[in-house]
């Protein structure tokens, strides 16, 4: 704006040099000389702020508009240097607190006399302008910033209004109080699926919770038999005088008792492994079939007693830990041959659609009702809660078959219907 | 047979230096690491039994002591933490076994055996013998009173363990990871089922039985003849 200013008055200050100077070169008599003052003042008049001197070669004043005597300053200048005199030079400064702008430059009149003119304008109306101008700009800016910010604010906070009722939400749930969900509706499009994974992962954590607090009370339930029969057995054992016989019986029966126990705690141990990300299979290449094969093996016995059959078709390799799969396995299989009835077949299926294996182990047998499969590979869990527990185990032997399936990238899964239970394990098989 | 017992949780120093000892073995008990360290250094022990947690120097600094001083018999480790990364670091540092607590005393005194019996190699004899019973492991035939009896793959492989440690009572874990190689509890009595079938064949019309029954803790293979006498 400053430059703008600057150039125009230059331009002005330029004009009004090129006309004095037109009118100097055509007075070539000394009677038309003596006309050009009046011709000046004619020439110059209602340019309001314009102030022109003219000085002869010797620096005696011969033309001055009236009030003009501040531009001597600038004729003073010239005179000492005369090459700063050009009309290129634009000089500026202040005087009184007026600020002007001037050009100065020589001339020649048409008879050859040297002159000097000094051409000042008072730029006192631009500054003027400047200042409101300024002002003008500055309070419009304020004002653009003020409003820019409260319609910002007025805007998130309308659009951000259904992420607070989230944060509310959110805010209040806790462990004891998992069962809340994000409402949804009434939230934007944008938000919908995060509303709907933020309740899917609550739904989770809801399940978890609750089977941690079951697994907990299911841990003291089960300890607490086993103890409460030891305490009872000894206190019977101590009220009364025994022969030797008697005390090895009753040591011999706690002996079981405390086996159970170690092996329970010891199962716990293998799944607490298992949640803290402990159970790192190696990768060694198992050969699933003969795997198979020698459970089969080792159970054939105990199997031919029970009067079960086993069978064994497909074969299967994955990579994954040896004893890992094995043991897994191996709580499969007896437990199928647990619940087949005499006179009937366990069969283990392997196969490999594609890139994984398939291990499927059935069994004929009463069907599990449908109501207890999805908790089915829950610990201590027991379709049966009557069941007699030295037959069974502690409950833990599915939750650790689905731990090591997990630990290898796998699924289990299980079924029954028509008569028959089957468990079906699908391995990942990169590359296969 | 001498071994060293460090462990510091005194019922359990006592009750393994008291099952040992019942067992024939000599037994010493040290209470913390650096006394550990010291008899071990002094006394010349066929088996330390270590514990992992111990106050003073734990069960890897002492196995490292006893390494740096030159002392390479069998080292049995005793842990409660059942962690891979421990059994890892353990057989690193050069342990021979571990036992994981609570673990059956039957099972220490079974492995604490094979330990020591790692030391001195024996012949290999081609015949094992009991009493009457004759077990020939090239042919892999088995005899009693000149009777032979059939068995099978496995029944041969247990009888043979049996045989090879004979007098020694054998937990049924034991049997399961030398016979079967499964090396994790099962909760079905799939070895009892075993060994009844194999009692069917080979003390079934014996006027003295040579599989036993040890209440508790496992099978043991004596010939109660022998023992009389």
Redesign the interface.
């Known amino acids: 704006m400053e430059a703008h200013f600057e150039e125009e008055d230059h331009h002005e200050l330029n004009g009004k040099l090129d006309l004095i100077q037109n009118l100097f070169r055509h007075a070539s008599s000394q009677r038309e000389l003596d006309r050009l003052p009046q011709q000046l003042d004619d020439a110059l008049v209602g340019h309001h702020g314009l102030a022109v001197v003219v000085t002869d070669g010797t620096g005696n004043i011969w033309f001055a508009t009236s009030g003009a005597d501040f531009p001597h300053r600038l004729l003073q200048v010239c005179q000492a240097r005369p090459a700063a005199c050009t009309e290129e030079t634009l000089h500026q400064w202040q005087k009184n607190g007026v600020s002007n702008r001037g050009i100065a430059a020589s001339i020649t009149a048409g008879d050859g006399t040297p002159y000097i003119v000094a051409l000042v304008q008072d730029i006192q109306h631009h500054e003027l302008f400047m200042d409101t101008f300024r002002s003008l700009l500055g309070i419009a800016i304020a004002l653009a910033a003020l409003a820019t910010a409260s319609l910002g604010w007025a805007v998130t906070r309308w659009g951000l209004s259904p992420l607070r009722k989230v944060t509310d939400t959110v805010a209040g749930i806790s462990a004891e109080r998992l069962g809340a969900r994000l409402p949804s509706a009434g939230l934007p499009a944008e938000l919908m699926p995060l509303a709907t994974a933020f309740n899917a992962m609550l739904a989770r954590l809801d399940d978890a919770f609750r089977r941690l607090s079951e697994f907990s009370s299911n841990i003291a339930h089960e300890l607490r038999t086993p103890i409460s029969n030891l305490m009872t057995q000894t206190q019977v054992a101590l009220s009364t005088a025994r022969n030797s016989d008697e005390y090895k019986e009753i040591l011999y029966s706690s002996l079981e008792e405390y086996e159970r126990m170690a092996q329970m705690v010891g199962d716990m141990l293998y799944l607490a492994q298992a949640d803290n990300g402990l159970l790192r299979p190696g990768l060694e290449t198992v050969d699933l079939s003969s795997e198979t094969t020698n459970l089969f093996d080792y159970f054939e016995a105990w199997a031919e007693e029970r009067g079960v059959s086993l069978l064994q078709t497909g074969s299967a390799s994955v990579p994954g830990d040896r004893l890992m799969l094995r043991r897994a396995l191996s709580n499969l299989i007896s437990n199928a041959i647990r619940h087949t009835p005499q006179g009937h077949t366990v069969r283990v299926t392997l196969e490999t659609p594609g890139d994984k294996a398939v291990v499927v182990v059935e069994n004929p047998g009463p069907e599990i009702p449908a109501g207890h499969i999805p908790r089915l590979f829950d610990r201590f869990y027991r379709v049966d809660p009557s069941r007699e527990r030295k037959s069974d185990g502690a409950g833990l032997g599915l939750a650790i078959v689905k731990s090591i399936v997990e630990a290898h990238g796998g699924v289990l899964s299980v079924t029954s219907a028509n008569g028959v239970t089957r468990f079906q394990l699908t391995l990942p098989m990169p590359g296969g | 047979m001498k071994i060293l017992i460090v462990e510091d949780e005194p019922k359990t120093g006592a009750y393994l230096k008291q099952g040992l000892s019942e067992a024939g073995f000599v037994t010493d008990l040290a209470r913390d690491g650096w006394e550990g360290l010291q008899l071990a250094k002094e006394g010349h022990y066929d088996l330390i039994i270590l514990d992992v947690m111990l106050p003073g120097l734990d069960g890897w600094q002492v196995l490292e002591g006893l390494r740096r001083a030159g002392i390479e018999g069998p080292v049995l480790f005793l842990t409660a933490r ?3 990364e421990d059994r890892v670091k353990g057989l690193e540092l050069g342990a021979d076994d571990y036992l ?1 607590k ?1 673990f ?1 005393f039957a099972e220490l005194l079974a492995r604490a055996r094979t330990l020591m019996r790692r030391g001195q190699a024996g012949l290999e004899a081609a015949v094992l013998r009991v009493g009457d019973l004759e077990l020939d492991l090239l042919r892999r035939r088995a005899t009693r009173a000149g009777r032979r009896i059939d068995l099978t793959a ?1 029944e041969f492989a247990l009888l043979e363990l049996f045989l090879r440690r004979k007098g020694e009572v054998l937990p049924r874990s034991l049997i ?1 990871s030398q016979v ?11 070895i009892d ?2 060994i009844r ?1 194999l009692r069917v064949k080979i003390d079934d019309g014996f006027e003295s039985k040579l599989i036993h029954t040890v ?2 803790m496992g099978y043991v293979l004596e010939n109660d003849l022998e023992n009389q006498t």
């Not at chain 2, 079967?180 to 009595?189: A, G």
Request: hydrophobic share 40%.
């Open positions: 059942d962690q891979v994981v609570p059956a496995k399961a079967w190689d499964m090396n994790f509890d099962s909760d079905t009595n799939v089922v075993a079938r209440r508790g």
